[in-house]
Every structure is written in structure tokens, then in C-alpha cells.
């Protein structure tokens, strides 16, 4: 503190602190301030906020810092043109990494709440256009996030906005929530829309998570390698039956559970499988967690599940129960 409302950092001076928080060595975590500053980044010349708490945008860091002293996230005045290994693109929201580098940008930052509604913020965002190899669109997002070298890790879409992905093992599929990429620019992960069928090594199986939440799309439920093989999936509608030893099976079957937050309403939990192509096994991960492990190689039965107990109107789809 240089002196009152003014501090010095890495980063240069800051004038019209109201208030600030340090990291447990003393040094600046994070500022919020009541006057114009500008600060010169790869992003160019960014302008914290100063104003007032709005119902919109109300109380948060103007900036924030890493450990090293390096700016964290610039939360703008007001939306402005900032520079990304794309071009041009309209932000409220900045986030780098510690080493200077471009992160995230977000074209809008309202905050959601019983004052400001998710209909108030669509009413303030603007389609995008994009064009990869696997998909051309125009949408309207929540951000979007970059790898250090400047390429495009993943795309985050507004809530209610779908477009369309062409995959090498599903074909094309509608798309939620947003996709990821690898550094390669190839497709990495994609949240389907819909209950989609796709081919994997033990069988057809209908891929869709209903409890994804499309916070960020850096991860998603359906996953390719860079050679466009399914690597992991969920799925909300399909059973899976292994054959351990003659005339007995593993079963098993997405969950339903009790929503903790109101004690009645039921929670459904996907199943969860991971395809491991240089070892030649799949994973299955149940719905309270648990985790097995079985080769390719295994007699396998893909099946419509019900959430109950399995009956004899299955049998026609898996034969391993001995029913």
C-alpha cells in the first residue's frame, strides 16, 4: 500500500482501492476498485471495473491475481473488443494463465439470481460464428477457453443453443453444453442433445447424460481420441451385462437416487464407460462409483434398463441371467 487507496503491484499501481485480499505470503490476491485503471495484457488494454454493484453484475474482484503476481481475471467495466489468437472478441469476463497468457473470455458476465434472470442475459448476448472442420454455426455462448499456445480448447454454449457436430464413429450429432478440442484442433469430447446411438467395441449404445450441468465444455460426457474413436461415454438409457463364468453375469445399470438437496425428488446417475484401445479393456464405472474392469475380449449384453429390477420383457435383450 502506497498509500490510501492506492497499491503497487507487479503489475504497476492501482488507484481507488476499496478493498483488497491477500495470499497467506502477503502477497495481492485480489482488488476491487471505484476508479478508472488500465491495464496493458495480451488481450490489450483492459479496464477494470469501477462502477457500481448493479443487479446485473454485483460484487466481485475488479481483478484478480496468481500467486507469481501475474494477472488471474480482469472483470471489465463494461463489454469491450479484446484480442484472442482468433481475432477480435466481445468480453465482459477475461481470465490467463500465470504466465500472461490469453485463458478464457466470457462475452458476458451478468450474474444470475431472483433479480437478474437467464431470459435477461439472452436478451443481451449476440450469435458467433464459427467454423471448424467438424461443425460451421452461429451461437450464442457463455465462453470460451485456449490452450497456452493459443489454439482453441474448448467452446461453451449459452443455455438452449444446440448445433450440429460431425464425428468419425457416431456421425453427426446435435450438441449442447458446447465441445473441447485437442490441441490438434481435432474434436475431443462433445455433451449430446439427445439420447444418440453410437458404435463402440462392445456393442451399440445410446449415449446421453441428462444430469450434465455445461459449466464449461472443457470436459463432456461423450469423448473421442485424436484418431475419432469413442473413449468414454454415459449413458442414461442402456444396461450392461458381462459374462464372468457359465450361466452367470455382471449386471449393470444407471442409478436413481434421492436428491439431497430436497430429500423426495429423484436424481437418475448415468453409467459410465471408458474404452481403453491400447489395452484392449473397458471400463465400467456404476452409478455410486464403482469401478471394473474387463477386456474387449468378454461376452457382453447391451440392454434397455430400466431403473427397477429387470424383468422377463428383458430377456429378449439379454440372455445371460439364466431366466
Not at 66 to 74: F, T
Not at 162 to 167: A, D, K, L, Q
Amino acid at each position: 500500500m502506497l498509500e490510501s487507496e492506492i497499491i503497487q503491484t507487479p503489475y504497476g499501481v492501482f488507484a481507488g482501492v476499496i478493498s483488497s485480499a491477500k495470499y497467506p505470503d502477503g502477497g495481492i490476491k485480489e482488488l476491487r476498485l471505484n476508479e478508472k485503471n488500465v491495464i496493458i495484457t495480451h488481450a490489450g488494454d483492459l479496464v477494470p471495473a469501477y462502477g457500481e454493484e448493479t443487479p446485473r453484475r454485483k460484487y466481485k474482484s475488479s481483478v484478480s491475481f496468481h500467486k507469481n503476481g501475474m494477472i488471474k481475471a480482469v472483470a471489465l467495466e463494461e463489454q469491450q473488443d479484446i484480442l484472442t489468437p482468433i481475432g477480435e472478441f466481445p468480453a465482459e469476463l477475461v481470465t490467463f494463465y500465470d504466465t500472461g497468457e490469453l485463458k478464457r473470455v466470457f462475452p458476458l458476465d451478468g450474474q444470475i439470481s431472483g433479480c437478474w434472470t437467464e431470459a435477461d442475459e439472452r436478451e443481451l448476448n449476440i450469435p458467433l460464428n464459427f467454423d471448424f472442420e467438424f461443425a460451421a454455426f452461429s451461437a450464442m455462448l457463455i465462453g470460451i477457453c485456449f490452450y497456452k499456445g493459443g489454439g482453441i480448447k474448448s467452446v461453451t454454449l449459452f443455455p438452449g443453443e444446440e448445433i450440429t457436430v460431425s464425428t468419425p464413429a457416431a456421425g453427426k450429432i446435435k450438441a449442447r453444453s458446447g465441445f473441447s478440442l485437442f490441441e490438434s484442433g481435432k474434436l475431443k469430447s462433445l455433451e449430446p442433445a439427445a439420447p444418440v446411438n453410437v458404435r463402440t467395441p462392445i456393442g451399440a449404445i445410446t449415449a446421453f447424460d441428462p444430469s450434465a450441468l455445461g459449466v464449461n465444455a472443457d470436459e463432456n460426457s461423450l469423448r473421442f481420441d485424436e484418431d475419432g474413436r469413442i473413449t468414454a461415454l454415459s449413458t442414461s438409457v442402456n444396461g450392461i451385462a458381462v459374462s464372468v463364468r457359465r450361466g452367470e453375469a455382471r449386471i449393470f445399470r444407471p442409478g436413481e437416487f434421492v436428491n439431497p438437496l430436497d430429500g423426495e425428488s429423484k436424481m437418475l446417475v448415468p453409467l459410465r464407460l471408458e474404452f481403453d484401445y491400447e489395452n484392449e479393456a473397458v471400463v465400467v464405472i456404476s452409478a455410486d462409483g464403482e469401478m471394473n474392469s474387463f477386456g474387449f475380449g468378454e461376452q457382453f449384453a447391451v440392454f434397455k434398463a430400466p431403473l427397477s429390477s429387470c424383468g422377463a420383457s428383458d430377456c429378449s435383450n439379454c440372455s445371460f441371467c439364466g431366466h
